[in-house]
């Protein structure tokens, strides 16, 4: 079965700065990548690209083999297989909490509304929000409002799920319930690319953990081998400053 | 030496008393001082009309009661026009023009937000559109189409009433300043809902439609209404196109019986209008904050 995500020598530039440096990346299907690295690593760029939000300059990414860069491709469709969660949430705020689950299928997959309802109910009981499902989002909690993005994004029942420091925005007591219900989708199955800064869960969660040093995959490996023993002076150097 | 503090260097508590003056404002005291220098300056305001040397040639010019009355119900025997009914074409005006100007402004705006490049030709004409009518005087405006459609001879095109016009002026001017605030909305909304509606695989109209118009509208409200008022103001601009509406049925009386009472009639009327649109605005902005933040 071809790889879910496949990136080959990506390379992405903002002007004379090149953020990505020819990275490759491969994630099959449910597989946990947590990527680390220090802030404008090149992390949520990389991210970016994935589902087209920013488009590259060389290199491929292939999603189910089928490359992203062919023409003939519709980023709005890429986008309805590959959903993205933000640190900033993001939320819609004039809508409530069903509603903001319930965009994506109704106006991405044009679903009817009374068919999906049932579903969004059940994708909120799942993070524990179901009570919340009338209220708007300035209501919520940082933790509630994180956890509702993503289920807003699993809605669209994605392929993928790319996640980009999901709880730098939170309050450190909130943190956990988010890393949480992400532990339990990875256990679940769900084929996830994470930034992340928390190395415990990347330790716990991911089955392969990769380090960017401006835009360059300096190293990647399971989480015993990043974290006990790095080949890398510089992987050593950031995993001693984070810890 | 010791750090502790004895008797004698114990720290004086801080003075934490708003200075006299200020405490004259606050709470009930603060009411009552609001309530005098209201009246203090409504009395000002009315001695200044009351004493002046030419006030009572002032009072009966712009306040005769009986002219006031005339002026408002008109009197056809003498070929004066009612201010009243006058304004009924004013009411009829804008309400069609406002419809009309928030579709073409909502249009504008669009076409200048698109990013497809099929649709540059008419972004750049949307931009020079928006430039021009923001930049020539109304009062051409109106002059061109009230007096230059009719001269093209087009059939139903030259064939309208000049209230038509008016309308067709307002539309075409004022949908060029709601297009800027439409505009000026959609900008307002964070960057990160569009790409949080893109992430889920929504069009870029279905982004616009379903996540930032939304948005946008509730933060152009204010701006919009304060567009609409002076457009219910510039309905009286149809009488240089000879139409009879409030201010031109004040005029005439004026002209008629030299007194101008009939125009301070049509002021009130136009205030009768505005006060409410603005009240319900208000109303409005404050359910939808209600709506957000009572909700459970």
Known sequence: ?243 | MSLTTDEDSAPTPPQLFAPRRRRLLVGRRGLVVSALSSVIVLLVIFAIFWLAPGGPTFRSFFFNPHDMWQAFVGNPTKGLLSVGRGLVTNIWMFLLSEVLVLILGLVIATVRLSQSPVLFPFRALATIYVDVMRGVPIVLVMYMIGFGLPELNLGFLSNQSPAVYGCATLTLSYSAYVAEVYRAGVLSVPHGQLLAARSLGLTHTATMRRVILPQAVRNVIPPLLNDFISMQKDTALVSLLGAVEATRAAQIYGDTVFNFSGFTVAAILFLLLTIPMTRFTDHLIARDRNRRLAAT
């Open chain 1, 1 to 243: 079965m071809a790889a879910v995500l496949e990136l080959v020598d990506v390379v992405k530039r903002f002007g004379d700065n090149e953020v990505l440096r020819g990275v490759s990346l491969n994630l099959d299907p449910h597989d946990v990548v947590c990527l680390i690295g220090a802030s404008g690593s090149g992390k949520s760029t990389l991210l970016r690209c994935a589902n087209l939000l920013e488009t590259i300059d060389a290199g491929t990414i292939s999603l189910f083999g089928q490359s992203l860069q062919d023409p003939r491709v519709d980023p709005d469709l890429v986008r309805q297989h590959v959903a993205m969660v933000f640190q900033s949430f993001n939320l819609f705020p004039h809508l409530s909490v069903l509603d903001n689950v319930l965009v994506g299928p109704v106006y991405a997959l044009k679903r009817r509304r009374a068919e999906v309802r049932d579903e969004a109910l059940a994708l909120l009981e799942r993070i524990g929000l179901r009570e919340r499902s009338n209220d708007y989002p300035d209501r919520l909690s940082g933790g509630q409002q994180q956890r509702v993005a993503i289920a807003r994004s699993l809605a669209m029942r994605p392929s993928l799920l790319l996640l980009d420091e999901v709880t730098s925005a939170l309050d450190p007591t909130l943190v956990g319930e988010v890393l949480d219900l992400l532990t339990d989708l990875a256990h679940q199955g769900t084929t996830m690319l994470i930034a992340t800064h928390e190395m415990n869960f990347a330790r716990d969660v991911a089955n392969q953990v990769v380090y960017l040093d401006k835009g360059v995959l300096v190293e990647q490996g399971t989480p015993e081998e990043m974290f006990s023993n790095p080949k890398h002076e510089s992987t050593r150097n950031f995993l001693e400053r984070v810890r």
